[in-house]
C-alpha cells in the first residue's frame, strides 16, 4: 500500500474496470496507469494488471486514493535524507510509511479478485508488471553504476529501490487462485508473515522478505467487498479518523527514538535488526494491525466526488518508477550535504511541497503517454493470435 467521501453518501460504489495501484517504494508503487477508465472485477473477467488500457468509467475514489498515496510516497523519500535529528519529522514519516504502501497492496489485492491465470490475463500481467519490471530494474542498475556504483550488478532477481513492487505484485497475482480456494487465507497469509520475520536467511531473491510480510494486505485485499470500502465513507468513520491520527502521530513521537525504521520496511528479519526472534512475530501482528486501521483512517478521508488531481490516478505507476531517479540523482549529488538549510523546518517543508509538486507532474498524461512504450507495451508480436482473439471475444 495513496482516494474524504461523504458518509451519508451509501450508494454502491461505482462499478470500474479493475486498476492496480503502483506503490511505492519504495517503495510503490500500484500502479494502475490505465488512462481510460476501469471496471470492478464483477464487470471484467479479470483484473487489469496497473498498466492495462480500459474503456469503461473509472471510479473517482480509488484514482483519488492512489494520487494521494503515491505523493506521499514522494514525500517519505523526500523525508529521508534529512530528517536525522528532526523527531517530529521522523514520527511523520513513520506514520506515513504504516500506511501509503499498505493502502496500494490492499487496493491491488482488491482489483485482483478475479484473476484465474487464464492466457488473457497472464498476457495482461507479463505486459502490465513484468515488463516495466524489467525494464526499470535494468534502467535503475545502470543509473546507479553510472551515478555511484561501478561495479553495481545488473540482477533481475535482487530488485534495487523501488522496483521490489512490481517484483512482489508478479508473485502475488499469480498467487491469487491459492488465495482464493482457501477457506481462511488471511490467517496463513499472517502465519507465512510471520515465520518470514524471523527467518533471516530467506535470501535477497525477488526481495522475498518484502513479497512473505507485505503478503497478508494483498490477501486482506483480495477478500473485501465493495460495501467494506462503502464503510469507510460513513460520516461517523470520517470522524474517528481524525483521533485515530492525532493519536498514530502521538505514538510516533514516543516511538521515533526508540524503534528502527526497518520495520516498516518489511524487508529484514528481526535477528537483522538485533531483535530476539520471537519480536518478528509480535510485530507482523502489531504492524499489520497498525496498516489496517490507519489504512481505514486514510481511505475515510478521500474524496468520493471527482476532484482537480482525479485523473492523475491514473498515472501513479509513471510518477512511481521516475520519481526515484529524482530522489537518488539529489543523494548522489550531495545536494543535501551542501545545502544544510534543507535539513532545518523550513526546507522541510519547502522538500515536501516540492516532492508532491514534482509527483503530481509525473503522473500527468503526457508523461504517461512518453512512458507507454515501457509500462503499457502492446507486445502483439510477443503473443499467439489466438490469445489476442479470445482477449477481444471476452470483451
Not at 103 to 125: D, E, H, K, N
Not at 353 to 382: D, I, K, Q
Request: aromatic content about 12%; hydrophobic content about 50%.
Amino acid at each position: 500500500m495513496s482516494h474524504a467521501p461523504h458518509g451519508y453518501e451509501r450508494a454502491p460504489l461505482p462499478r470500474t474496470r479493475e486498476v492496480d495501484p503502483v506503490p511505492p517504494t519504495a517503495h510503490t508503487a500500484s500502479a494502475a496507469v490505465a488512462e481510460t477508465p476501469a471496471r470492478t472485477p464483477h464487470d471484467s473477467a479479470e483484473p487489469a494488471p496497473p498498466t492495462a488500457r480500459t474503456a469503461t468509467k473509472r471510479d473517482a475514489f480509488f484514482d483519488n486514493a492512489k494520487y494521494l498515496a503515491i505523493v506521499l510516497v514522494a514525500i517519505g523519500h523526500a523525508w529521508e535524507p534529512v530528517m536525522e535529528g528532526s523527531r517530529a519529522t521522523k514520527a511523520l514519516y513513520m506514520v506515513v510509511y504504516s500506511f501509503h504502501m499498505p493502502a496500494f497492496i490492499v487496493i491491488s489485492g482488491y482489483f485482483s479478485r478475479s484473476y484465474t491465470g487464464s492466457p488473457r490475463q497472464l498476457r495482461r500481467l507479463l505486459t502490465g508488471v513484468a515488463v516495466p519490471y524489467i525494464v526499470f530494474e535494468v534502467a535503475y542498475s545502470l543509473f546507479k553504476r553510472a551515478a555511484n556504483d561501478p561495479g553495481h550488478p545488473i540482477s533481475l532477481l535482487d530488485p534495487w529501490y523501488l522496483t521490489w513492487f512490481l517484483a512482489a505484485l508478479f508473485v502475488w497475482r499469480l498467487t491469487t487462485p491459492i488465495w482464493l480456494s482457501l477457506r481462511h487465507p488471511l490467517p496463513v497469509a499472517l502465519g507465512i508473515a510471520a515465520l518470514a520475520s524471523f527467518t533471516p536467511n530467506i535470501g535477497e531473491d525477488l526481495n522475498l522478505q518484502r513479497v512473505l510480510q507485505f503478503l497478508p494486505l494483498f490477501v486482506l485485499g483480495l477478500i473485501l467487498k465493495p460495501e467494506h470500502f462503502q464503510l469507510v465513507r460513513r460520516r461517523e468513520v470520517r470522524m474517528l479518523a481524525v483521533p485515530v491520527f492525532v493519536g498514530a502521530i502521538a505514538f510516533a513521537y514516543w516511538a521515533a527514538v526508540r524503534m528502527q525504521n526497518a520495520w516498516f520496511y518489511h524487508n529484514s528479519a528481526a535477528q537483522d535488526q538485533g531483535a530476539p526472534w520471537w519480536m518478528g512475530i509480535v510485530m507482523t501482528f502489531a504492524l499489520f494491525g497498525c496498516s489496517v486501521v490507519l489504512t481505514a483512517a486514510f481511505l475515510a478521508w478521500v474524496p468520493r466526488r471527482k476532484m482537480w488531481f482525479t485523473a492523475l490516478g491514473a498515472g501513479t505507476i509513471c510518477g512511481y518508477l521516475l520519481h526515484g531517479f529524482l530522489v537518488k540523482g539529489a543523494v548522489y549529488s550531495g545536494i543535501f550535504d551542501t545545502n544544510a538549510w534543507l535539513a532545518e523546518p523550513a526546507g522541510r517543508v519547502f522538500l515536501t511541497l516540492l516532492a508532491g509538486a514534482v509527483m503530481t507532474l509525473l503522473c500527468t498524461p503526457p508523461v504517461r503517454r512518453l512512458l507507454r512504450f515501457a509500462t503499457e507495451p502492446e507486445m502483439a508480436w510477443a503473443f499467439r493470435r489466438d490469445v489476442g482473439r479470445s482477449s477481444k471475444q471476452a470483451k
